[in-house]
């Protein structure tokens, strides 16, 4: 099968870490699969043009421009399969994918899309996705919103939870001390660090050998660097900054914690879950579906730092626990959150849509 990801860029993201994982898997497979970007290659991209994979960029201006160019490059490379990743890839692409002859389209959003909604966004995505054949949902509270949101197309909507490759054991993990915590997040209010800055510093006035990794960078990176040293967290707090080998931080650390305020559902926590990592994260999204289906996960509310701290020192103060919460922790990755699960199912679903069916592809 001839497959296309339509994305907006390429740049290291979750969503855009699992197109690469998908391209992966499915040449594995026997597929030819390719990546065509609207706004940039990014790193992931280069990453992947370096496997031999083709990435194309689309450089027209303007929605007329990006669509005329997405048209012409299908039209010449008759996919099988157009698969748009979020909203903006789908508005762009659904149509011209349909007009130049695409067999199946799907649409996936990869986050929340939680309400209020932006009306204009969303009636522009209900529209473009009336010609896809499926619009996929990353966990069922995202399923839900798709399915409230205005003119949605309901009988479309349906729910295939993200999943991440099994982080590999790493012989070279960080120099350690104390119980400590792993954040692993780009640095956006989204993640909510400020909060847990704050859980961390009233969790330690009850657990005083904890410590805390933050392994991500962004534009709050100075403000938060400022504000753990504000109260009071210096010695206690290290800001590693973006890391290509986070699986070195996942082997090294005792707890995984997530304090983000929004979130369909989280590679780097499904990453933690590999690795045999106990999580608390804060119950938004799909962080609390995860929680109901790992023993291993306590969750909180969100933008409630006594809370978080307060799951916090419960993991802390049952640390003998830790090699049962791990084996739990793992069995969950493998039942429910595998590479091979999600490309499995998308490949399914693919092949069920009724263009593709009714073409005998």
Not at 193 to 213: E, G, I, N, S, Y
Request: with cysteine; hydrophobic share 45%; proline share 5%.
């Amino acid at each position: 099968m001839k497959i296309v990801h339509l994305t907006e860029n390429m740049e290291i993201g979750g969503a855009e870490m699992l197109i690469g994982q998908l391209c992966r898997w499915q040449r594995a497979q026997g597929h030819d699969p390719s990546v065509h970007c609207l706004y940039s290659i990014g790193r992931l991209g280069n990453q992947l043009r370096q496997e031999r994979f083709e990435v194309l960029l689309h450089n027209s201006s303007g929605i007329g421009g990006r669509a005329g160019s997405i048209y012409r490059e299908l039209k010449k490379l008759k996919p099988d399969l157009v698969h748009c990743h979020n909203a903006t890839a789908t508005i762009a692409g659904a149509i011209p994918a349909r007009a130049a002859g695409a067999k199946s389209i799907v649409a996936t959003r990869h986050g929340i899309v939680a309400p209020p909604y932006t009306l204009r966004r969303e009636l522009k995505f209900a529209f473009a996705s009336r010609w896809c054949d499926w619009i996929v949902a990353v966990c069922k509270q995202a399923r839900a919103n798709l399915m409230a949101a205005p003119f949605a197309a309901r009988t479309k909507i349906v729910c295939i939870y993200n999943a991440a490759r099994a982080l590999p054991s790493n012989e070279n993990p960080p120099a350690k001390s104390g119980f400590t915590l792993l954040h692993v997040a780009r640095l956006h209010p989204a993640k909510d660090q400020v909060t847990l800055l704050r859980a961390f510093a009233l969790a330690r006035t009850k657990v005083r050998d904890l410590r805390l990794w933050i392994v991500g960078e962004g534009n709050e990176r100075s403000d938060l660097e400022r504000l753990a040293q504000g109260i009071g967290l210096n010695g206690s707090v290290t800001f590693f900054g973006e890391q290509t080998d986070v699986g070195r931080f996942f082997a090294a650390a005792d707890l995984f914690v997530l304090s983000s305020v929004t979130e369909g559902v989280p590679l780097a926590l499904l990453e933690a879950l590999s690795a045999g990592l106990p999580a608390v994260v804060t119950d938004v999204g799909g962080m609390g579906e995860i929680a109901r289906l790992s023993d291993a996960t306590l969750t909180a509310p969100p933008a409630n730092p006594a809370a978080l701290a307060a799951a916090i020192e419960k993991m802390a103060q049952s640390r003998e626990q830790l090699p049962q919460l791990a084996k739990i922790a793992r069995q969950c990755y493998q039942a429910n959150f595998t590479l091979e699960r999600m490309a499995s199912e998308y490949m399914a679903l693919y092949e069920s849509a009724p263009s593709c069916l009714h073409s005998g592809g």
